[in-house]
């Protein structure tokens, strides 16, 4: 798989502890999580420069909802 | 993200033969094997042997997925002839269903395809094996690298099922009616683990 470089990151105690309950609920590294983010942030980040909006479905309820991006 | 690295399958005589794994496969390259796949696959269906996956557009496939960096393409060659290809996603696809890993990511393994001169349901004699082994293996080893811990899971065709229990000891989550009616398979982290310890030496 693809070389990997380190790097020291500084978090907030809020930020950290946001960083840790999804670790934990996700059974993923603190690495791995932050690695999905990235990966995640580059797709949708990717849809928006083009103009496309950002939205969330409750399938069960029918509702859709637009994410407001700044 | 495409890596290539070399690898070994074998031969019909069980000899070792080399080859190269590439992550990342093109869509020319995936162009480029159903040319080559096609006319074997219609000798066989003109004799009356056709694959359960024989409608799969494996070309089409490409083109949906291409520039969406969640999901790969695994090609095994041996010279300029691909011998397998598997389609995964690992990002924004199904999560595990396994009591024990419920809700964790995993790779999803959308397709696999032997070349039909390795495919069991076409021919008596393989002329390569181990190539869905191989690629397999390869979409572990991304869940590993992802942080997933090997999380794996797949729909099964009927005619594969026995490969996926029996040979990789994936578990048997049941019949899915929400998916074609296929049976659904999963690898938790110690499966995968353990389907990397005995796949390592002899694919």
């Given at each position: 798989m693809a070389e990997k470089r380190t790097m020291t990151l500084n978090l907030t105690d809020e930020e950290m502890g946001l960083l840790d309950e999804l670790s934990s609920h996700y059974d993923m590294s603190k690495t791995a999580i932050l690695r999905k983010a990235l990966r995640m942030y580059q797709v949708i980040d990717a849809r928006l420069r083009k103009g496309e909006k950002l939205f969330t479905e409750d399938e069960l309820e029918k509702k859709k909802a637009e994410l407001v991006v700044l | 993200m495409r890596i290539e690295s070399a690898v070994a399958l074998r031969d019909a005589n069980r000899q070792a033969v080399a080859a190269d794994l590439i992550v990342g496969v093109t869509v020319d390259e995936v162009d480029e094997t159903v040319a080559l796949w096609t006319p074997f696959k219609l000798a066989c269906e003109q004799a009356g042997h056709r694959s359960?996956?024989?409608?799969?557009d494996w070309s089409k496939k490409a083109r949906a997925i291409?520039?969406?960096?969640?999901y790969t393409v695994a090609g095994v060659r041996i010279g300029t002839e691909m011998q397998g290809l598997l389609l995964w996603g690992d990002l924004f696809s199904p999560t595990a269903r396994h009591p024990t890993q419920l809700g964790h990511d995993l790779v999803y393994v959308h397709f696999v395809s032997t070349a039909p001169w390795n495919d069991r349901e076409l021919v008596d004699?393989?002329?390569?094996?181990?190539a869905g082994t191989l690629l397999l293996r390869t979409a572990v080893e991304r869940s590993l690298d992802l942080g997933y811990k090997g999380r794996l899971g797949l729909h099964s065709l009927t005619k594969a099922e026995e490969f996926y229990r029996?040979?990789?000891?994936?578990?048997?989550?049941g019949i899915d009616q929400?998916?074609?009616n296929l049976r659904y398979y999963e690898f938790t982290p110690q499966l995968a683990q353990d389907f990397l310890n005995r796949t390592g030496v002899n694919p």
């Open positions: - | 359960e996956h024989s409608h799969w291409r520039g969406a960096t969640y004699a393989p002329k390569f094996v181990g029996d040979k990789c000891k994936m578990i048997d989550m929400s998916h074609e």
